[in-house]
Each structure stands twice: as structure tokens, then as C-alpha cells.
């Protein structure tokens, strides 16, 4: 099944709209709880940690640090699957996206940035910061 | 009421066949139940309770009308690979609060015929935000063995060993998938599939089942078999955290502190043990988690034969497990229970057994690493 066929498949829920919109326009939001003042991953309709209803979307600026990394050999070409904690402390399953010359390892600074996967969804994605 | 002695293992039956392309799921299920009973000198007539998981073609009831069973009680939880192991303790509890009195559990897949339905449910709420990429058992347990060694300099040498081991063991099963002894250099030189996995690091596709039967201590002591008791369970469940993340510990540790507590004993009082291994680095992570080593040190465990039967620090996996015997189903808790089972009645292949094994260690852990998975562990004595 393709990534584009895989998005399909998976429905979006009304509580998380605002993400993929927001996503639409290469802006990354995150879920914040004004009751207990934390973030978590990922995006749900109540916090995970005080079950308060009261969230609200705040603007990040995708800052984060490579937890690990693992090279799928078997995929082509190879990804670089990661998991990525942001400077806001949650962490997010996902991909490195790497230039031809780059490499990257555990504690590497990386930039979050959308992808198009089809005509109707994106991905959150990282890079490595340019002129790094 | 405690679990405790609850409920005895009378009846294994391991699938000989590592390739069914002519056998239905649900035939594999109910043969495996059929053998399982007669292992125990029981019959279908006899089972009054059913375990099975999502393995089973149209789940707990259209098994239970296939193979018509007569019941008062069906329990069809799921944790992965674990379920079976988590049903030992369901069905004991099932047993001492009058639910049942013969339970039957049964597991049985096709992957390598047929390249079935795996995949979570996709309604998870997550999905959504991780499904672009696919996220596979895979690649997940290639970042629990890349961050592991990144933590404690765990190294591909190590991770080896564990294959290794289960290749020793596997010579002397004449129905394992993969009988070749196999040295460090043949796994590290093995093509990297995820991360720093080897194709050597994981664990076979196979076909074929497995079934157990458990009933009450005053039943299992009038059949022929040697009384081997459930003498402690746990279970424990982890997901992403909301915050932070944890790829090298897993809730082998919450279900393992369980398991012990209720046994009242300690790991050095194990003499065999069954751990998962759908790849090397589960096994070091669930070794360090239910306190045969401390946290870390996994990778100086396994080493140099640590897991070999007769020689090492612990015996581990002698039918050569998931790595080297088989893996149905894409679940190893089963297969996991039956050669604990046969360890404790000293039916082990000879090269293998462990001399007078009284006290062995069941661990499984379902699902994805550092992601939603659940762990369970039996202790299991010969009486």
C-alpha cells in the first residue's frame, strides 16, 4: 500500500483539524493544556495528564533533538525512521528527510517541517537546520 | 484471592508444521486443541472454558462454533504475541472464581502462506499522526537496539549472541525452521535490515499453532501428567507517554514485579526461562527488565554464550525460539509456554533440558516497543 493510500485510510478526527490545517500552511501547533500548563503528543480532545478539557493549539517553532534513529534498509530508497523529542519535552514517531551528503545520529538537532503525501494530506517530517 | 496455585498446565501441543499453504487457520486451531487435549487425557467434551486471540478466524465465537464447544466461559484478550501468556492467568482466575473448569487456549496463523491481516486497528486515535510513515514492529525495534546502545554501549556483538544461543538449541529440534549453528560474524555480516538489526537479529516467518490446556489442581491431579502449577502472573501495558519517550525499558518490568510478587520468588530461583524473541534486542530488554541483570546490562549477559543451555548464566529459548524454531502467527507466547512446559516435565530435547528443572519463567511482550505494547509473565513450578 502506497503512503497516500495508507493517509486515506486513516481517519482524522474533528478535535484535530486545527493540526492539519495549520499543517496545510507549513505551521506546526501543538496541544497545550491550560489547566495543568503542559503539552503532550499526541493531539487528543482531553490531557492526558490532568484529563482537564481546557486545550488549547500553540504555535511551535519545531526545534528538536533526535532520540533515535533507525535506517530502514529494506525500503527504496532507505528512510530514516526517528523519534524525535521537540524542545517542548513530547516526542513524535517520524522521519528524518536527509540530503544526499547528510547523515545524522542520536542528539542531532533537526527542524520540523510538513510534506505533501497527497493532493489531501500532509506529514510531519525533519531536517537537518540548513548551515548546520 | 490470589492467583497462586490456582490453576495447572495438563495439556501442550506444539504444531509440527512450519508451512501450511493447504491448511486453514481455523483447521490449525482446532488441531492443535485436539492434541493439546489428548497430551492431557482430556477431551472437547471437557472444556468448559475458551481463550483465544485475534488470531482466530472471526474471533472467540466463530472458533467456538467451528470447533462447537460447550461453554460457560470466552475470553478473547488481546495484547499481541503476549495474549497467550495473559491467558494463563485469565483462565486460572477463571477457574478459582467457578467460571470453568477446563480451559483451552489456542493459537494458530499462516504469515508465511498468506501475507494476512496484521496491522493495528485503524480507527487507533494515533494513527492519524504516525501512519504516514508506516510505522512497523520493525522500525521500532530498531530504535529501541539504536538508543540502547547509544545509553549503555550495547553492541551488534552482543545483540548476536542471543541468536547464536537460539541456533545452539534449534540443532537439536528436528521441527525448527533453521537448524544450522550460526557464529557472531554470520549475524553481524548479515544483511542490516532496521537500524543497527541484522537479518540475523530477527526472528523467522512461519506458520503453524499451538494450544494449552489448564484446569484446577484437583482435576490435574488425577490425569497422567506431571503437575505443573501457574505459581505467579502479571501483566502491565505502556504507550507513548504524552511526554518524554522510553525505547530501552518496557512493561516486561511492571508485569515481571507482578509475576514475582505473586510467585514470592526471585529471578535466581528460576532454573529455565521463555523470552519473546521476535528480534535479539527484545530478549536483552526483557532479560534487564524482569531482574536477571540490572538495566544495561544486557548486552555483558548474553555475551559469550550466556543464554546457552548447560553452559551459560541462564537457560533460554531451547527450542530455538522465534529466532530460529518458529513464529506463528507473527506470536511467540504461545510457543513460549509450551517448552517452559516441557522443560518442567523434563521432556525437553536431551542436549537441552535443564537437570531437574522445578521453577520456570514465561515473558512475552505484544505489540510495539516504546508504543503500545503489553507485557505478561507466568511462573510455573513442577509440583
Given at each position: 500500500?502506497?503512503?497516500?493510500?495508507?493517509s486515506?485510510l486513516?481517519?482524522?478526527t474533528p478535535?484535530?483539524?486545527?493540526?492539519?490545517?495549520a499543517?496545510?500552511?507549513?505551521?506546526?501547533?501543538?496541544?497545550?493544556?491550560?489547566?495543568?500548563s503542559?503539552h503532550h503528543?499526541?493531539p487528543?480532545a482531553i490531557?492526558p495528564?490532568?484529563h482537564?478539557?481546557?486545550l488549547?493549539?500553540?504555535q511551535?517553532?519545531?526545534?528538536?533533538?533526535?532520540?533515535?534513529i533507525?535506517?530502514?534498509?529494506?525500503?527504496?530508497?532507505?528512510?530514516?525512521?526517528?523519534?524525535?523529542?521537540?524542545?517542548?519535552?513530547?516526542?513524535?514517531y517520524?522521519?528524518?528527510?536527509?540530503?544526499?551528503?547528510e547523515?545524522?545520529?542520536i542528539?542531532?538537532?533537526?527542524?520540523?517541517?510538513f510534506?505533501?503525501?497527497?493532493?489531501?494530506?500532509?506529514?510531519?517530517?525533519?531536517?537537518?537546520?540548513t548551515?548546520? | 484471592?490470589?492467583?497462586?496455585?490456582?490453576?495447572?498446565?495438563?495439556?501442550?501441543?506444539e504444531?509440527p508444521?512450519?508451512?501450511?499453504?493447504?491448511?486453514?487457520?481455523?483447521?490449525?486451531?482446532?488441531?492443535?486443541a485436539?492434541?493439546?487435549?489428548?497430551?492431557?487425557?482430556?477431551?472437547?467434551?471437557?472444556?468448559?472454558?475458551?481463550?483465544?486471540?485475534s488470531?482466530?478466524?472471526?474471533?472467540?465465537?466463530?472458533?467456538?462454533?467451528y470447533?462447537?464447544?460447550?461453554?460457560s466461559?470466552?475470553?478473547?484478550?488481546?495484547g499481541g504475541?503476549?495474549?497467550?501468556?495473559?491467558?494463563?492467568?485469565?483462565?486460572?482466575?477463571?477457574?478459582?472464581?467457578?467460571?470453568?473448569?477446563?480451559?483451552?487456549?489456542?493459537?494458530?496463523?499462516?504469515?508465511?502462506?498468506?501475507?494476512?491481516?496484521?496491522?493495528?486497528?485503524?480507527s487507533?486515535p494515533?494513527?492519524?499522526?504516525?501512519?504516514p510513515?508506516?510505522?512497523?514492529?520493525?522500525?521500532?525495534?530498531?530504535?529501541?537496539?539504536?538508543?540502547?546502545?547509544?545509553?549503555?554501549?550495547?553492541?551488534?556483538?552482543q545483540?548476536?549472541?542471543?541468536?547464536?544461543?537460539a541456533?545452539?538449541?534449534?540443532?537439536?529440534?528436528?521441527?525448527?525452521?533453521?537448524?544450522?549453528?550460526?557464529?557472531?560474524?554470520?549475524?553481524?555480516?548479515?544483511?542490516?535490515?532496521?537500524?543497527?538489526?541484522?537479518?540475523?537479529?530477527?526472528?523467522?516467518i512461519?506458520?503453524g499453532?499451538?494450544?494449552?490446556?489448564?484446569?484446577?489442581p484437583e482435576?490435574?491431579?488425577?490425569?497422567?501428567?506431571?503437575?505443573i502449577?501457574?505459581?505467579?502472573?502479571g501483566?502491565a501495558?505502556?504507550?507513548?507517554?504524552?511526554?518524554?519517550?522510553?525505547?530501552?525499558?518496557?512493561?516486561?518490568a511492571?508485569?515481571?514485579?507482578?509475576?514475582?510478587?505473586t510467585?514470592?520468588?526471585?529471578?535466581?530461583?528460576?532454573?529455565?526461562?521463555?523470552?519473546?524473541?521476535s528480534?535479539?534486542?527484545?530478549?536483552?530488554?526483557q532479560?534487564?527488565?524482569?531482574?536477571?541483570?540490572p538495566?544495561?546490562?544486557?548486552?555483558?549477559?548474553?555475551?559469550?554464550?550466556?543464554?546457552?543451555?548447560?553452559?551459560?548464566?541462564?537457560?533460554?529459548?531451547?527450542?530455538?525460539?522465534?529466532l530460529?524454531?518458529?513464529?506463528?502467527?507473527?506470536?511467540?507466547?504461545?510457543?513460549?509456554?509450551?517448552?517452559?512446559?516441557?522443560?518442567?516435565?523434563?521432556?525437553?530435547?536431551?542436549?537441552?533440558?535443564?537437570?531437574?528443572?522445578?521453577?520456570?519463567?514465561v515473558?512475552?511482550?505484544?505489540?510495539?516497543?516504546?508504543?503500545?505494547?503489553?507485557?505478561?509473565?507466568?511462573?510455573?513450578e513442577?509440583r
Open positions: 500500500m502506497s503512503k497516500a493510500e495508507h486515506a486513516v481517519a482524522r478535535e484535530t483539524l486545527p493540526f492539519w490545517e499543517a496545510a500552511e507549513n505551521r506546526l501547533v501543538l496541544p497545550f493544556c491550560e489547566d495543568c503542559r503528543w499526541y487528543r490531557c495528564h490532568c482537564g478539557q481546557n488549547r493549539w500553540k511551535s517553532a519545531g526545534h528538536g533533538t533526535i532520540h533515535s533507525a535506517v530502514m534498509h529494506r525500503a527504496s530508497p532507505p528512510e530514516a525512521t526517528a523519534i524525535v523529542q521537540l524542545d517542548e519535552g513530547i516526542c513524535i517520524t522521519q528524518i528527510r536527509l540530503g544526499e551528503d547523515t545524522a545520529a542528539g542531532d538537532r533537526v527542524l520540523a517541517s510534506e505533501q503525501v497527497s493532493s489531501a494530506s500532509s506529514a510531519l517530517v525533519f531536517r537537518l537546520p548551515g548546520a | 484471592m490470589g492467583i497462586r496455585d490456582t490453576a495447572c498446565i495438563v495439556g501442550i501441543h504444531h508444521t512450519r508451512h501450511a499453504p493447504d491448511i486453514s487457520v481455523a483447521r490449525l486451531h482446532a488441531e492443535v485436539a492434541k493439546a487435549l489428548e497430551d492431557a487425557g482430556l477431551s472437547f467434551s471437557d472444556v468448559d472454558g475458551y481463550f483465544c486471540a488470531d482466530a478466524p472471526g474471533g472467540v465465537l466463530a472458533m467456538a462454533e470447533i462447537n464447544l460447550k461453554l466461559h470466552a475470553d478473547s484478550s488481546e504475541g503476549a495474549s497467550y501468556i495473559a491467558h494463563l492467568g485469565h483462565a486460572a482466575a477463571a477457574i478459582a472464581t467457578g467460571k470453568c473448569n477446563v480451559a483451552l487456549v489456542t493459537l494458530a496463523g499462516r504469515p508465511r502462506s498468506e501475507s494476512d491481516g496484521r496491522s493495528e486497528h485503524l487507533a494515533a494513527l492519524q499522526f504516525e501512519y510513515f508506516n510505522p512497523t514492529v520493525l522500525s521500532l525495534y530498531g530504535l529501541a537496539a539504536a538508543r540502547h546502545m547509544h545509553d549503555f554501549g550495547t553492541t551488534s556483538e545483540l548476536a549472541w542471543v541468536k547464536v544461543a541456533s545452539h538449541h534449534a540443532q537439536h529440534n528436528p521441527n525448527a525452521m533453521l537448524r544450522k549453528p550460526v557464529t557472531v560474524e554470520d549475524v553481524v555480516n548479515s544483511p542490516l535490515v532496521a537500524g543497527p538489526l541484522h537479518r540475523l537479529d530477527c526472528c523467522v512461519s506458520d499453532g499451538g494450544a494449552l490446556v489448564l484446569t484446577r482435576i490435574a491431579r488425577s490425569l497422567a501428567r506431571p503437575l502449577t501457574l505459581r505467579g502472573h501483566e501495558i505502556r504507550y507513548h507517554p504524552p511526554l518524554g519517550y522510553d525505547l530501552t525499558s518496557t512493561a516486561a511492571e508485569a515481571g514485579q507482578r509475576a514475582f510478587a510467585a514470592a520468588v526471585t529471578p535466581a530461583d528460576i532454573d529455565y526461562a521463555s523470552i519473546y524473541d528480534f535479539t534486542i527484545t530478549v536483552l530488554l532479560l534487564e527488565d524482569l531482574g536477571f541483570c538495566k544495561g546490562q544486557g548486552g555483558r549477559m548474553v555475551a559469550d554464550g550466556g543464554l546457552i543451555a548447560g553452559s551459560g548464566r541462564l537457560s533460554v529459548n531451547t527450542d530455538g525460539g522465534g530460529c524454531s518458529n513464529h506463528p502467527a507473527f506470536r511467540g507466547g504461545m510457543t513460549k509456554v509450551i517448552e517452559a512446559v516441557r522443560q518442567l516435565r523434563g521432556e525437553a530435547a536431551p542436549q537441552v533440558q535443564v537437570p531437574d528443572c522445578k521453577l520456570a519463567l515473558s512475552g511482550i505484544g505489540g510495539y516497543l516504546g508504543s503500545r505494547h503489553a507485557s505478561s509473565v507466568a511462573i510455573l513442577r
